[in-house]
T-cell receptor
Framework: AQSVTQPDIHITVSEGASLELRCNYSYGATPYLFWYVQSPGQGLQLLLKYFSGDTLVQGIKGFEAEFKRSQSSFNLRKPSVHWSDAAEYFCAVGGNQGGKLIFGQGTELSVKP | GAVVSQHPSWVICKSGTSVKIECRSLDFQATTMFWYRQFPKQSLMLMATSNEGSKATYEQGVEKDKFLINHASLTLSTLTVTSAHPEDSSFYIC?????????????FGPGTRLTVL
């Protein structure tokens, strides 16, 4: 079955600290992987995506993610979190299915001053 | 970047009435749009795929007679919740793809909060 698992429902980090949000996927074909961020009142914004090539992907707002095929993971990282990063983060997987995406349950990030 | 809008942002209706939600791609043409439903503190669940000029493709378990989707132009898709009931209360989100290639990005609207009394 195709699925995405984000093991952490809620994470709290201090401002300036590093961040890693976990994402594991199950997908029968070549996966295309995405991280989106959702802030209240705003639509999901694409942070970064991986289709092929370099397994370390750079995104917007200082985020990066690393695709590890052997671990079926696509974890999101940021070296220094800002208070404005507090939001809900979704990992998603898609493939050659007309653009359909499967989303994880989301991880809510809180940032302590 | 590409912008997708939704209207209305929120709507409250009485049980038994129908509600229409619009999804527009403002600065690009979208052959394919998607409709999602999101419950509080939960993930986005794909309801249907909307292709311009053809019938929508619904995901398993989604009632197509309940959730009518019309993709009348390359920039507009509408979702009509017919005979809405309290259990239809949810956050509905649309997205639009910039193309048909597997690497084309999906852009999301801000969502519509539906409350059925």
């Amino acid at each position: 079955a195709q699925s995405v698992t984000q093991p952490d429902i809620h994470i709290t980090v201090s401002e300036g600290a590093s961040l890693e949000l976990r994402c594991n996927y199950s997908y029968g074909a070549t996966p295309y992987l995405f991280w989106y961020v959702q802030s209240p009142g705003q639509g999901l914004q694409l942070l970064l995506k991986y289709f092929s090539g370099d397994t370390l992907v750079q995104g917007i707002k200082g985020f990066e993610a690393e695709f590890k095929r052997s671990q079926s993971s696509f974890n999101l990282r940021k070296p220094s979190v800002h208070w404005s990063d507090a939001a809900e983060y979704f990992c998603a997987v898609g493939g050659n299915q007309g653009g359909k995406l499967i989303f994880g349950q989301g991880t809510e990030l809180s940032v302590k001053p | 970047g590409a912008v997708v809008s939704q209207h209305p942002s929120w709507v409250i209706c009485k049980s038994g009435t129908s509600v229409k939600i619009e999804c527009r791609s403002l600065d690009f043409q979208a052959t394919t749009m998607f409709w999602y439903r999101q419950f509080p503190k939960q993930s986005l669940m794909l309801m249907a795929t909307s292709n311009e000029g053809s019938k929508a493709t619904y995901e398993q378990g989604v009632e197509k007679d309940k959730f009518l989707i019309n993709h009348a132009s390359l920039t507009l898709s509408t979702l009509t919740v017919t005979s809405a009931h309290p259990e239809d209360s949810s956050f509905y989100i649309c997205s639009a793809r910039t193309g048909q290639g597997v690497t084309d990005t999906q852009y999301f609207g801000p969502g519509t909060r539906l409350t059925v009394l």
